[in-house]
């Protein structure tokens, strides 16, 4: 890509220090986010994305957080080197967040509208009565009915999928260059899942900003990224754009991601799960982290950690055979074992 990154990550290193040993829950991950792009960010529960993404907010509960090394570069500045008060002015204004469970961050003792116009006022230096036009505006252009009513509820009397919404439309009241998004729409059922996808595609559409988009589920990841970081065990594994994500995958991790998930097109699923769980960050394994699950591990799998290299331009992956998984694929051979037909 030609353009300058937004924001770099380079060889992030975030640590919480337990009474149990050190969590190495971010341990070197790189990547690049670029100006009105959405990368998404996957990998099973606990492989570090939500860390990553705190990191660059700096939210990392500290103690027993710290970021240990690494830079996160945004618009010439270094983002673990900031103060607190010069991280206030970036978070919400050139980089705003949004939660899984979005009552966890809306305060339930305020109406809607005036949490959105708190953060407008804040942020823009309008006066009440301009702020609270401005929010009547950014909850119609969510998509949210009747917003000059609306405006005066509280988040009780609101469904979650609206919730969602008002959240999304706290987010870009301040207009950010970033957003991140970590599991926007989990805890919302399929329909209004597509929905607020939907809106989020067109919402950086007519805003220009970028977004990173966390989220264990590959379908959403089809859904709304153009490029992909999929994670495990603290690293990127392999990073690429989406289609060549989907259409050839190179490491072992992201094919059983994929051959786990139910092909729609087809009268019966045949499912391959990745066997095993993810190693505990107190514990990982020597060499490449993936060798206590995949079926190809051998040898200098288990002594060596394999570097995040490119193995076509644009295509980068972190693992010692990715060369023979490419004639096993074109073979037409599985790697996982075969976990039956599922109706
Ligand atoms: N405050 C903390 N203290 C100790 N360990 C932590 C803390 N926060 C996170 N971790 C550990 O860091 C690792 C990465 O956690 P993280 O929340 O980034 O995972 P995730 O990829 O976002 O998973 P999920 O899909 O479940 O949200 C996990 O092993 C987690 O237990
Ligand atoms: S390096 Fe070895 S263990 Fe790791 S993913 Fe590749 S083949 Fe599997
Ligand atoms: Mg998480």
């Keep these: 890509m030609s353009k300058e990154a937004l924001v770099e990550v380079k060889n992030l290193q975030t640590y919480f220090y337990t009474e149990e040993g050190v969590v190495k829950a971010v341990d070197g991950v790189d990547y690049e986010i670029y100006p009105g792009e959405t990368l998404g960010i996957v990998g099973e529960s606990g492989c570090g994305k939500s860390v990553t993404s705190l990191s660059i907010m700096r ?95 509280y988040p009780h009397q609101l469904s979650g999928g609206m919730r969602q919404r008002v959240m999304i439309a706290m987010a870009l009241s301040c207009d950010p260059q970033l957003l991140i998004a970590d599991e926007p729409t989990t805890a919302l059922d399929v329909t209004i899942q597509a929905q607020i996808l939907e809106l989020m595609n067109s919402l950086k559409e007519s805003y220009g900003m970028a977004i990173m988009m966390i989220t264990h589920d590959l379908g959403v990841i089809a859904e709304v990224s153009d490029r992909v970081a999929v994670m495990y065990a603290g690293k990127v594994v392999e990073y690429t754009d989406v289609d060549s994500l989907f259409e050839d995958p190179k490491h072992p991790y992201t094919w059983g991601l994929m051959n786990s998930i139910p092909k729609l097109d087809k009268d019966v699923e045949r499912l391959e799960a990745i066997p095993g769980s993810v190693p505990s960050p107190l514990n990982f394994p020597e060499g ?56």
């Design 59 to 153: 939210l990392v509960e500290s103690p027993p957080g710290k970021i240990e090394g690494g830079e996160i570069n945004f618009q010439g500045k270094d983002l673990t080197k900031l103060s607190e008060k010069e991280m206030r002015k970036i978070r919400g204004n050139d980089i705003s967040m949004i939660f899984q469970e979005p009552m966890t961050s809306l305060n339930p003792v305020y109406t809607v509208g005036d949490q959105i116009i708190e953060a407008i006022m804040l942020h823009k230096g309008v006066k009440r009565k301009e702020a609270r036009q401005q929010a009547i505006e950014m909850l119609q252009k969510v998509g949210i009915p009747l917003p000059e009513q609306r405006v005066d509820e």
């Design 288 to 343: 490449c982290k993936f060798n206590t699950r995949c079926p190809l591990a051998e040898g200098k799998c288990f002594t060596d950690e394999p570097e995040l290299i490119d193995a076509e331009a644009g295509h980068k992956v972190r693992c010692w055979r990715y060369k023979d998984l490419e004639e096993i694929k074109a073979r037409g051979e599985r790697i996982y074992a075969d976990q039956g037909v599922k109706e």
